[in-house]
């Protein structure tokens, strides 16, 4: 059992935490830190957080975009700006005769009009017209004062020799005012007389120009029309002769203005053709029925009045006989003599139904002679009209032309004569509504505002060098940013020692004499801000357990070496001993041990110790496990010495073994690990633990090696209890939270 009792030769001593005193501490807003954290757009007020903390830059750039503006506006010549306006009348798009109109939809309307003269006030041609006007006038002297005569005044310097009449320049634009007919032509030059003498003159010389332009289109115009009704005038004339010659030769005549005799014949002919047909088919059809039919039935015969007095006689004769032979024989003389006059009126009868039938043949036979006749004659007078269209296509042909050549020469003459009246009576529709007046101080340069330009400028580039700066430094800077990278909860934040006043009794465990100890502020410095940091870790560290139960054994860990997880371990085991725990600290950092330093407490046996020994466990005394501190209800198991099987030890069985006996003996048990992303010894102790802490070095540890080391507690089956931001400048005023000062 001597293998297990520890050899420390220290004695022992009573501690006591430094007394406190009033201390102007910084207030950390507290942040709420959940398993799912979500982006919040960054507002206003952030932005001008990191401003403020970079104020100094931001104060520079001001001065200099702000200086640069007023140097602008000190280097620069002085311009003064003329104004005239001219009014437009009547504007339209049509030609300067008014031959074509104005032109609707997308053709040249009033605005395209006010555009183009715009663009006219502006050209070359016309500028230089008013400045030859001008340069007959303009003298050497009139060369505007440069800026550096006042300072050669003021310290007796020559003025320089005369300049030149070209010195003197202008520039000119125009625009339309809205929603109106006026044009403005502004003009700016270094001499204020100079600038207001050549709008005017702009304005003037664009009314002559205008009008100049106005009469010499009319007299083009009136001169090309004249030469085009000549020539119209001789092809009406030639036209009108063909047309008559043409019909002199072909004999063509015409009854009307449309129509020939032969096609008056044609219709005439059609006509009766087709009266003729109709009267054919109707005796056709008489015909028909009288050789089909019985007398009876025929309509000519029923009708007839002959016929019909025939019949009622042969009944009377029939009557007759039929009451002689009711008296008589047949020879009876009276008998034979009726009898004789039925026979006689029977062939009467014959022969008139006969004659019917006969006249209802030849009535039939002469309608078809005479339709094949007028056939015959209307096929004859087609030919002929046929002949005759052919000759009078060319004469339709002819006729047109004249017709046309007519109409043009009328049109064209009528516009003639008013372009001839227009021109003799044409007057500008434009006038100078308002003339430019001498301006009395210049426009530019214009020193407020390149001052706001060069200020917002300096502005933006400040705002851009920070930003960038931001975007650019990927590591973790404030509170908040890890939960929003990670995922995970944020248990605490610790702000950085060298902001905070230190005591005068500042001593380790076990030692005298004065020094510095940020390891055991929550011990030394219980008033602190250090300490209540480390107190708000541990309470988010309960409320990330199982209610306000802690884990029975936590891993701490980072990403990176130097991060501070052997600080945050012995503060967060003094805090949890705070609490009337049992707290053992485990420094399982065999490579590089530092928690017995802090608690000054030999490292000469330790956990490597127990891991190679071969002893069951169960029987060890609690001495032989752990170490007392002169801290209360606070142990520690230091890592012991070094040894090359490190691995070795952390995959034994014995360390499962060793932990499940510490379980038993303390309510807590916290365990210090090297980095992870160098060494796996994190990964292995994090399997046997009930949670991981991560530890993130503020403005040191980076985004993407946090993330590296969390995914891989994640993907190994550790829970990830959330992280603690360590050593964070409360003054760079990260985006993600602020600090208030008050003192307690």
């Known amino acids: 059992m001597s293998n297990y009792l520890p050899h420390s030769n220290q004695p022992e001593r009573e501690l006591k935490p430094a007394a406190s005193a009033p201390l102007s501490m910084v207030y950390l807003d507290p942040l709420e830190s959940k398993?799912?954290?979500?982006?919040?757009?960054?507002?206003?007020?952030?932005?001008?957080?990191?401003?403020?903390?970079?104020?100094?830059?931001?104060?520079?750039?001001?001065?200099?975009?702000?200086?640069?503006?007023?140097?602008?506006?000190?280097?620069?010549?002085?311009?003064?700006?003329?104004?005239?306006y001219?009014?437009?009348?009547?504007?339209?798009?049509?030609?300067?005769?008014?031959?074509?109109?104005?032109?609707?939809?997308?053709?040249?309307?009033?605005?395209?009009?006010?555009?183009?003269q715009v663009r006219v006030l502006q050209s070359r041609s016309l500028r230089k017209r008013v400045q030859d006007k001008f340069a007959a006038e303009a003298g050497a002297d009139d060369a505007p004062a440069s800026r550096w005569a006042g300072w050669r005044k003021i310290f007796g310097m020559s003025a320089p020799a005369p300049a030149k009449r070209h010195a003197r320049s202008a520039e000119v634009t125009a625009h339309i005012i809205d929603n109106s007919r006026i044009v403005e032509i502004i003009c700016e030059s270094s001499d204020a007389r100079y600038s207001a003498a050549f709008a005017n003159a702009m304005a003037h010389e664009y009314i002559e120009y205008s009008l100049e332009s106005i009469w010499e289109s009319s007299s083009r115009t009136s001169q090309w029309m004249n030469k085009q009704l000549e020539h119209l005038k001789t092809n009406l004339e030639q036209s009108e002769n063909r047309l008559q010659e043409y019909g002199r030769q072909t004999g063509l005549v015409y009854t009307g203005a449309e129509q020939s005799i032969e096609e008056d014949t044609l219709k005439q002919l059609q006509q009766e053709y087709s009266s003729a047909k109709a009267d054919r088919i109707a005796k056709q059809s008489l015909s028909e029925i009288a050789a089909?039919?019985?007398?009876?039935?025929?309509?000519?015969?029923?009708?007839?009045?002959?016929?019909?007095?025939?019949?009622?006689?042969?009944?009377?004769?029939?009557?007759?006989?039929?009451?002689?032979?009711?008296?008589?024989?047949?020879?009876?003389?009276k008998v034979v003599k009726v009898q004789a006059q039925i026979t006689a009126l029977e062939g009467t009868l014959t022969g008139e139904r006969k004659?019917?039938?006969?006249?209802?043949?030849?009535?039939?036979?002469?309608?078809?002679?005479?339709?094949?006749?007028?056939?015959?004659?209307?096929?004859?007078?087609?030919?002929?009209?046929?002949?005759?269209?052919h000759k009078s296509v060319y004469y339709d042909v002819l006729k047109h032309e004249v017709a046309t050549d007519r109409t043009i020469y009328d049109q064209?003459?009528?516009?003639?004569?008013?372009?001839?009246?227009?021109?003799?009576?044409?007057?500008?529709?434009?006038?100078?509504?308002?003339?430019?007046?001498?301006?009395?101080?210049?426009?530019?340069?214009?020193?407020?505002?390149?001052?706001?330009?060069?200020?917002?400028?300096g502005l933006v580039g400040a705002f851009g060098l920070v930003m960038g700066r931001e975007f650019i430094d990927r590591s973790v800077r404030g509170p908040g940013e890890s939960p929003l990278h990670l995922q995970v909860p944020e248990l605490g934040v610790i702000p950085s020692q060298r902001f905070f006043p230190q005591p005068g009794d500042r001593?380790?465990?076990?030692?005298?004499?004065?020094?510095?100890?940020?390891?055991?502020?929550?011990?030394?410095?219980?008033?602190?801000?250090l300490a209540e940091s480390f107190r708000s870790a541990l309470a988010s560290i309960m409320v990330a357990g199982q209610g306000a139960t802690l884990p029975?054994?936590?891993?701490?860990?980072?990403?990176?070496?130097?991060?501070?997880?052997?600080?945050?371990?012995?503060?967060?085991?003094?805090?949890?001993?705070?609490?009337?725990?049992?707290?053992?600290?485990?420094?399982?950092?065999?490579?590089?041990?530092?928690?017995?330093?802090?608690?000054?407490?030999?490292?000469?046996?330790?956990?490597?110790?127990?891991?190679?020994?071969?002893?069951?466990l169960e029987n060890c005394p609690l001495e032989a496990l752990s170490r007392k501190t002169d801290i209360e209800g606070l142990s520690l198991l230091p890592s012991g010495p070094g040894t090359l099987s490190i691995a070795n030890l952390l995959y034994s069985r014995r360390l499962s073994d060793l932990l499940k006996r510490l379980r038993a003996e303390f309510d807590i048990i916290v365990i210090d690990t090297p980095p992870m992303l160098y060494i796996s010894d994190a990964r292995v102790l994090g399997r046997l633990a009930d949670g991981a802490i991560l530890v993130i070095r503020a403005s040191k540890t980076t985004r993407d090696a946090a993330r590296a080391a969390k995914q891989r507690l994640v993907d190994d089956g550790i829970p990830v209890l959330g992280t603690i931001l360590n050593e964070w400048d409360f003054r760079a005023k990260s985006r993600y939270g602020y600090y208030t000062n008050y003192t307690y």
């Open 412 to 457: 064209l003459l009528a516009k003639t004569k008013q372009v001839e009246v227009g021109a003799a009576v044409q007057a500008s529709d434009i006038r100078l509504l308002d003339a430019a007046e001498v301006p009395a101080h210049p426009t530019k340069p214009n020193l407020p505002r390149n001052a706001s330009f060069g200020f917002l400028f």
């Open 292 to 333: 089909a039919s019985q007398a009876d039935a025929i309509p000519q015969m029923v009708d007839n009045g002959h016929l019909n007095e025939y019949s009622r006689k042969m009944a009377d004769l029939k009557q007759e006989l039929a009451e002689l032979l009711s008296l008589y024989t047949p020879s009876h003389y």
């Open 552 to 616: 029975g054994v936590i891993m701490i860990t980072s990403a990176g070496k130097g991060e501070g997880k052997s600080s945050i371990v012995s503060n967060l085991g003094i805090a949890l001993a705070e609490i009337n725990l049992r707290v053992l600290l485990i420094d399982a950092d065999m490579r590089k041990p530092h928690l017995h330093d802090i608690f000054n407490v030999s490292n000469s046996w330790g956990l490597s110790d127990l891991l190679r020994e071969r002893s069951a």
């Open 507 to 529: 001593r380790r465990p076990g030692e005298g004499g004065e020094g510095g100890a940020f390891e055991l502020s929550t011990w030394q410095d219980h008033p602190s801000l």
């Open 86 to 116: 001219l009014e437009f009348q009547s504007v339209g798009g049509g030609d300067s005769a008014g031959l074509m109109g104005p032109k609707e939809g997308g053709g040249f309307g009033p605005e395209n009009f006010l555009q183009t």
């Open 35 to 84: 398993g799912s954290v979500q982006s919040e757009p960054h507002g206003l007020l952030e932005y001008l957080q990191l401003l403020r903390g970079h104020r100094v830059l931001l104060a520079v750039m001001l001065a200099l975009g702000t200086g640069a503006g007023c140097l602008v506006s000190w280097l620069q010549v002085p311009v003064y700006e003329a104004r005239s």
């Open 355 to 389: 004659t019917i039938r006969k006249r209802i043949s030849n009535d039939y036979d002469a309608a078809q002679r005479r339709e094949q006749l007028l056939a015959h004659e209307y096929q004859k007078q087609m030919e002929t009209l046929l002949q005759t269209d």
